[in-house]
C-alpha cells in the first residue's frame, strides 16, 4: 500500500475526521474541515508510528498538510532524511 492509500484509510477509519472516500489527492483537508488544529495531534503521532519517523511541530503548517499529496510529500521528504519546508501555521 502506498503512502497515500495509508493515510486515506487512517482518515476513513478514524471517527474523528471528516473524510468523504471521493475526495481527491488534490483537495484542501483545512478548507473541506478534515484537519483541524485538535485532529493534527493524531494525524501526526499515526505517521510517525506508521513510517518511524519524527517530526517537529514547525513542520506541520497548512501547506504540508493541506492535501494528501502535501502529507505524502512531507513524509517522503522525512524518509529521504531531508528536511521539509517551515511555513505556515494551522489556525
Avoid: H
Avoid at 478514524?14 to 485532529?39: H, Q
Wanted: hydrophobic share 35%; proline share 4%.
Amino acid at each position: 500500500m502506498d503512502i497515500i492509500d495509508t493515510i486515506r484509510e487512517f482518515l476513513l477509519s478514524d471517527p474523528d475526521y471528516d473524510f468523504s472516500a471521493d475526495m481527491s489527492n488534490e483537495e484542501s483537508l483545512i478548507e473541506n474541515g478534515v484537519i483541524t488544529s485538535l485532529t493534527i495531534i493524531s494525524l501526526l503521532v499515526f505517521l510517525e508510528e506508521t513510517y518511524n519517523i519524527t517530526f517537529n511541530y514547525e513542520e506541520l503548517n497548512e501547506e504540508t498538510v493541506e492535501s494528501l499529496n502535501n502529507i505524502e510529500q512531507i513524509v517522503l521528504t522525512k524518509l529521504n532524511g531531508k528536511q521539509p519546508p517551515i511555513s505556515r501555521t494551522l489556525p
